[in-house]
């Protein structure tokens, strides 16, 4: 994934806002309107959002007739994991080190100070 992308997609997963249209996004498509709903901010603040999303390629809006449905574009996603995932395997080997460390140190008998 190109880095410019991936920091692209890490800014618009930034907001808990965006976050959370998202996962509204991700039970179906809907309309902005739909989409605003349960925010306690103006309809404009979410079309900004929304915005930033289609930025990223995140979200695509499409027209059917006089509905404009939002919906949820998981590539970015998948891409943004697959970075993670590299490093998945670095951070498990380092906590795998660290439970070895402490099963031995729990298996050394106590130093007697007597």
Do not use: N
């Not at 997963?13 to 509204?24: G, H």
């Not at 309107?33 to 499409?62: M, Q, Y």
């Not at 998948?78 to 439970?99: K, S």
């Amino acid at each position: 994934m190109d880095s410019d992308q991936l920091s692209i997609t890490f800014a618009a997963l930034a907001d808990p806002t965006r976050r959370a249209i998202l996962a509204r996004l991700a039970q179906g498509e809907v309309s902005v309107t739909e989409l605003a709903a349960p925010f306690a901010i103006s309809l404009p603040a979410v079309t900004k959002h929304l915005h930033v999303l289609e930025r990223a390629g995140l979200v695509s809006r499409s027209r059917q007739a006089q509905w404009r449905p939002c919906k949820l574009e998981a590539a970015p996603l998948r891409e943004a994991c697959g970075w993670i995932d590299d490093y998945r395997e670095h951070w498990q080997a380092g906590l795998d080190r660290r439970d070895t460390y402490l099963q031995q140190l729990q298996q050394e008998p106590a130093d007697d100070q007597s």
